[in-house]
């Protein structure tokens, strides 16, 4: 279980993430930070 906040509209996420598909549940926006940086991956620069 991986925490995500949403870029949009800043919604906590516990989810898998699978694929990299990550989706905010309560936005449906696609860009989400990942809290706590133990895998680095991708992730989204801004
Ligand atoms: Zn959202």
Redo the contacts with the bound molecule.
């Keep these: 279980m991986t925490g995500y906040v949403?870029?949009?509209?800043?919604?906590e996420?516990d989810i898998e993430p699978i694929d990299e598909k990550v989706i905010?549940?309560?936005?449906?926006?696609r860009v989400?930070f990942k809290k706590r940086p133990e895998t680095p991956s991708k992730v989204e620069a801004v």
């Design positions: 949403c870029v949009n509209c800043e919604e996420v905010c549940p309560k936005c449906s926006h989400l």
